[in-house]
Nanobody, 116 residues
Framework: QVQLVESGGGLVQPGGSLRLSCAAS????????MSWYRQAPGKERELVAG????????NYADSVKGRFTISRDNAKNTVYLQMSNLKSEDTAVYYC?????????WGQGTQVTVSS
C-alpha cells in the first residue's frame, strides 16, 4: 500500500521556521522524483520545490527561493522541506508528491499557518 505521510506543519510567527517531513512507503522511494506543493484557500495548488531521484538537482518557485530548502534521505524514504523566514503568504496546506513517468502519488497534506 502506497503511503506518503506529511508532518511538521503548525502555527508559526512571521519570520519563523518550520521543517516539513514526508515519509514514504509502499514503493521504491529512490526511483521517484519528489516535490512539495501547496494550496492556499481559494487558490490553485502550486509547485513549491522539487528534487531529483538521486537528490542532486533541485528547483524552487520564485516566491520561496532563498528561504526554503528541499532535501531527501533515500535511506529513510523521506523528503524534507526546510522553511525559513516564513511570511503570511506561505500559509497553505503543503503536500508532497512522488513522480516517476506517468505514475504519481500524493500525501494528505499538512497545514502551515503563518500568523502573529
Amino acid at each position: 500500500q502506497v503511503q506518503l505521510v506529511e508532518s511538521g506543519g503548525g502555527l508559526v510567527q512571521p519570520g519563523g521556521s518550520l521543517r516539513l517531513s514526508c515519509a514514504a512507503s509502499g514503493f521504491t522511494f529512490s526511483n521517484y522524483a519528489m516535490s512539495w506543493y501547496r494550496q492556499a484557500p481559494g487558490k490553485e495548488r502550486e509547485l513549491v520545490a522539487g528534487i531529483s531521484r538521486p537528490g542532486g538537482n533541485t528547483n524552487y518557485a520564485d516566491s520561496v527561493k532563498g528561504r526554503f530548502t528541499i532535501s531527501r534521505d533515500n535511506a529513510k524514504n523521506t523528503v524534507y522541506l526546510q522553511m525559513s523566514n516564513l511570511k503570511s503568504e506561505d500559509t497553505a496546506v503543503y503536500y508532497c508528491k512522488a513522480l516517476r513517468g506517468l505514475t504519481n502519488y500524493w500525501g494528505q497534506g499538512t497545514q502551515v499557518t503563518v500568523s502573529s
